[in-house]
């Protein structure tokens, strides 16, 4: 038999190509790098800031006399914060979204508030911080306060609510809405009974970015909520909220660029990084159970 | 159930409560338009009497920035701030899309997930936490630089860029893998069938078709790193001087926390005019990426 190929190369033959293993090595040693650097990062906060958090760091405040450290104060200033502005945020959130996904029929309107809501979520926090200042701080007259702090991560976390509610209101099917429409019912009691209840999942998602959001928040927070947190938690609620107080970032900020104390910083940033991981799981969670719905 | 068991119910009050949902429900989504809009507003409100004391030009264009000699001249930290986030964008962008192919195309299912769950965390990290993380790992990497290059140690314009690399990629990797994942199988496959191997494949021809998709994780880095105060403020040393990438330098995001606790007055001021000169950057960013998008479908990450 005549041998067609020249060089004794039958047609199955793969065609050396060096520039491709080149680069096919390149893109592994670039993914594992970056996979080596995530896994590096969270080793190294996990084990400098572990040894610092002992019980009493987490539940008393700091005492300068017996020069112990506490970061109780600012664990309750994060969570006054997360309470309040999701009790405001999201009815505003989910009650928009229904707005775009349900309600409205003018399509030029509905991409003015989409527009609106990227805006919002494009506009990074130090701006929040300076608007929130001027407007609820200054022209309110709250003045540097958990309040102020609240309203204005309220805006902040707003484009987040919405998105994901509006996600979750899309993700029901239409049949849903025309089966209780047909039957009968107004359109908000299909809302109310079908498409809350359908869309619960994706707004709990919503919740849960929102929070992670705003446990990482500090520029805004230092601006508008500024303090520190040395002191146990007294008086009524509303006497605390209207005072100012630093959450958990904005306390690390503090000891680690202010104070120079990298061991409480650490401490707070494996408590932060424990936290931020709890909510990814969350949300995972919920996600896979949705999946299987 | 039980409140309205009768076919014909009483319209009257259902009717009335049909359209007070409706108006409740406009409300709600009007409010983020009024955010905007208030926004833009009180950043003007709040910004402009500075620039209009200090003079357009040398308030943009002044190399000295100097609150107790009245001088407020922000060139060096626009400069500064351009200079990082090009940078940041120029190295993340190769890296982001490299990983977003790993994890797309040429690893099954059960590699890329965790990898992605890695991924998600990094960009839920606070920025403080990054900040922390730079100061204490990155800034005395290039200590030795430094003292090679006969400088005093210390923080970085070189130390933010990297600071922002991190801070971006997660963005960077996720857009660009759900643009990537968007693209036609058939794409690949017709250009395999010619003849061309995988990776001639991948970069030929999925790659190009999810450019606008790409193109918008770019922009949403730029907006991310421009943005960004807390961390680059640990790193960065923070002085006002003109950028170069062994010096210490001061991002625009940055001098608003700093000086924030103990300027008043024209100096207050000056700070309120930094954010307006923010927000327009952002606003530019913003509507860019609106027409890409626009441009290239609907594709978000």
Not at chain 1, 156 to 173: C, D, G
Not at chain 1, 198 to 204: E, M
Not at chain 2, 64 to 87: D, Q, R
Request: with cysteine; proline share 4%; aromatic share 10%.
């Amino acid at each position: 038999m005549v041998d067609v190929l020249a060089n004794n190369r039958k047609i199955t033959d793969k065609k050396n190509r060096p520039f491709e293993k080149i680069f096919y090595s390149a893109i592994f040693i670039v993914a594992g790098l970056v996979l080596a650097m995530v896994i590096y990062f969270i080793a190294v906060i996990l084990i400098r800031g572990l040894p610092a958090v002992t019980w009493s760091f987490l539940t008393t405040a700091p005492n300068p006399i017996k020069k112990t450290i506490g970061i109780f104060p600012s664990i309750v200033n994060t969570l006054y914060i997360i309470v309040f502005t999701l009790i405001i945020c999201v009815p505003i959130g989910v009650g928009g979204a229904i707005y775009l996904n349900e309600y409205a029929k003018n399509k030029k309107f509905v991409r003015v508030i989409e527009f609106a809501t990227e805006t919002l979520s494009g506009i990074p926090s130090i701006l929040y911080g300076v608007f929130g200042y001027v407007v609820f701080c200054l022209m309110f007259g709250l003045k540097v306060s958990l309040l102020a702090g609240i309203f204005t991560l309220t805006i902040m976390v707003l484009p987040i609510m919405i998105r994901t509610s509006q996600e979750a209101l899309r993700s029901v099917p239409k049949s849903y809405r025309e089966g209780a429409l047909g039957m009968g019912a107004t359109k908000w009691y299909m809302v109310r009974t079908i498409l809350l209840p359908s869309s619960l999942g994706g707004i709990l998602t919503g919740i849960i970015l929102s929070i992670g959001r705003m446990v990482s928040e500090s520029a805004a927070l230092l601006l508008v909520a500024g303090g520190s947190a040395m002191y146990m938690p007294k008086g009524s609620i509303l006497d605390q909220l209207s005072g100012s107080g630093s959450t958990l970032s904005v306390e690390l900020y503090r000891y680690a660029y202010s104070r120079g104390d990298n061991q409480t910083a650490f401490g707070i940033a494996a408590v932060l990084i424990i936290i931020v991981i709890l909510l990814n799981l969350l949300t995972r969670y919920i996600a896979e159970r949705l999946n299987k719905k | 159930m039980t409140d309205n068991i009768s076919i014909i119910g009483s319209n009257k009050s259902k009717n009335a409560v049909e359209k007070s949902m409706n108006i409740i429900f406009f409300v709600c989504g009007l409010a983020a338009v009024v955010c905007v809009i208030c926004m833009t507003v009180y950043m003007i409100i709040s910004g402009w009497p500075a620039i209009a004391k200090i003079g357009v030009f040398r308030f943009l264009f002044g190399q000295v920035w100097s609150p107790e000699n009245s001088e407020f001249g922000i060139f060096p930290m626009i400069l500064a701030s351009f200079i990082a986030t090009f940078s940041a964008i120029f190295l993340a962008l190769p890296v982001g899309v490299l990983v977003a192919v790993f994890l797309a195309k040429l690893t099954p299912k059960r590699v890329s997930a965790p990898f992605r769950t890695l991924i998600d965390l990094l960009a839920g990290i606070p920025s403080v936490v990054y900040g922390l993380l730079g100061a204490i790992l990155i800034v005395p990497l290039i200590f030795k630089l430094q003292t090679a290059a006969g400088l005093p140690q210390g923080g970085s314009l070189l130390a933010a860029v990297i600071i922002l690399v991190i801070m971006i990629l997660p963005t960077i990797i996720s857009v660009s893998e759900t643009a990537i994942r968007a693209v036609p199988k058939q794409y690949e496959d017709a250009s395999l069938a010619l003849g061309s191997t995988k990776l001639q494949s991948i970069f030929r021809a999925t790659v190009p078709a999810a450019k606008s998709g790409i193109v918008a994780g770019m922009v949403l880095g730029v907006g991310r790193a421009i943005g960004e105060a807390m961390a680059v403020m640990m790193v960065a040393g923070n002085a006002a001087i003109m950028p170069e990438f062994l010096k210490p330098v001061r991002l625009l995001t940055a001098s608003i926390p700093i000086e924030w606790a103990y300027s008043s007055g024209l100096h207050r001021e000056a700070l309120y005019g930094i954010g307006l000169v923010l927000f327009i950057f952002i606003m530019i960013i913003n509507i860019s990426l609106n027409t890409v998008l626009k441009k290239g479908g609907e594709l978000r990450g």
